[in-house]
């Protein structure tokens, strides 16, 4: 059977799948907050923007993120409508490693403009000796390889997201 | 233990990332080759959504938003099956829908169309499907509405959906249409999709799921991307 074709999220999914980021009257399944910060002294925050290929922050993305680990199945969700500067955050903890790859959250992104969701990585600056060895890390171009890891800036990692251009994301094929 | 590799996109069927008549694509579509990833754990697995607990009326927006009465338009009732491309039913499959109210109008705080909102339908459900893949939505069907692509576009009266199967290499959004709608050959969202991949965006009215006295039924049947091996059996 054939596969049933992508279309766009468009500009309105906010008062359904981020309902109360968005302050709409419809319960949340998922939020940006992974972990509960007051219960977790180890929470990390993740943030960043998305930028279209004009170097403008995309004011209605939504972010999914995915972490899966031997300790932790995590989810969230973020759109980038509501914070200052079309930021998105997410509270976690830092995922670890599996079978000896650098640890990592996988990144799904979906917005007007985009027919089909694209996906990514987010890898961790912190890693150095993991990131050196790590097979997806280094089957992407080296001068490409900088655009799948956050930076970091205490506890909190900086990740943008470049949609298109020569500072563009790395994206893949999954 | 067999490794399990789930397929790609099927291309034929799935839009491009560049579709320049539809204009926002031009600036947010990625310009460099995709990056082919060998799956590992994190794209083998997924969100579990069996704990999550739906309100009473998350799959009938007929009824889950109502304050002095009810929603105003044609009710409709969806019904469909989620499947991987083999045909076999995924259960707990996250349903997540919104649409247009009935005047082509959504209630999100950046549609500024100039139609009325309804304050007994807010336009957003949610469900899971069950052992055997199916889910069911009562709803108003949705209006067209007008935005800004070119001049005098509208869109197709249509439903978007999000699902979220067993693992992130399932996730799909997408919209279901209507039959016989004469906006969509018009429509460069929908004409997006590769000719062969069009008719599986169509819902089909079904008059055995039509409710008498009630509303209309309509079928719209999902295919998610399978994998290369049945899973791995424990010994
Ligand atoms: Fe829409």
């Known amino acids: ?174 | 233990m067999s490794q399990i590799i789930y397929n790609s996109f099927d291309r034929e069927v799935h839009p491009p990332y560049l579709s320049p008549d539809y204009q926002s694509t031009v600036l947010r579509a990625p310009s460099k080759p995709l990056m082919v990833l060998k799956q590992s754990l994190s794209e083998l697995t997924g969100p579990v959504f069996g704990d999550f607990n739906l309100g009473e009326f998350d799959n009938d927006l007929t009824k889950n938003a109502l304050k002095n009465g009810q929603p105003l338009g044609e009710r409709i009732v969806v019904h469909g099956k989620v499947m991987n491309e083999n045909g076999q039913p995924i259960p707990n499959t996250l349903i997540e829908i919104w649409q247009a109210n009935a005047a082509g109008r959504y209630i999100h705080k950046v549609d500024q169309h100039d139609a009325p909102l309804d304050p007994n339908f807010l336009g957003a459900g949610r469900c899971i499907t069950d052992s055997e893949g199916n889910y069911k939505f009562y709803t108003i069907k949705p209006g067209a509405y007008p935005w800004g692509n070119h001049h005098n576009a509208w869109r197709p009266n249509h439903i978007h959906f999000s699902l979220f199967g067993a693992n992130i290499t399932n996730r799909l959004v997408t919209q279901m249409y209507f039959p016989g709608d004469p906006l969509l050959q018009y429509d460069p969202i929908f004409l997006g999709v590769p000719p062969k991949g069009r008719d599986l965006l169509i819902s089909a009215f079904d008059l055995s799921l039509t409710e008498p006295s009630f509303a209309l039924g309509y079928r719209f049947n999902f295919v998610l991307r399978g994998h290369n091996a049945t899973p791995f059996e424990r010994q």
Request: net charge negative.
């Open chain 1, 1 to 174: 059977m054939k596969q049933t074709p992508s279309q766009t999220v468009g500009p309105y999914f906010a008062y359904s799948l981020t309902p109360e980021q968005y302050l709409y009257d419809f319960k949340s399944y998922a939020d940006s907050v992974m972990v509960n910060p007051l219960e977790n002294p180890d929470t990390i925050t993740i943030t960043g923007k998305v930028f279209d290929g004009a170097g403008v922050p995309i004011p209605d993305a939504m972010i999914e993120v995915w972490q899966s680990d031997h300790q932790n199945q995590l989810f969230g969700r973020c759109g980038t409508g509501t914070l200052a500067d079309n930021r998105f955050v997410f509270y976690t903890t830092k995922p670890t490693s599996v079978n000896g790859q650098a640890p990592y959250l996988s990144v799904i992104i979906f917005m007007r403009g985009q027919l089909i969701h694209t996906y990514t990585r987010i890898y961790f600056e912190d890693e150095v000796t993991l990131n050196e060895t790590d097979e997806v890390l280094n089957s992407v171009p080296s001068d490409r390889k900088h655009t799948l890891i956050a930076t970091k800036n205490g506890n909190s990692y900086e990740f943008n997201i470049i949609m298109q251009g020569e500072k563009e994301t790395v994206f893949f094929d999954i």
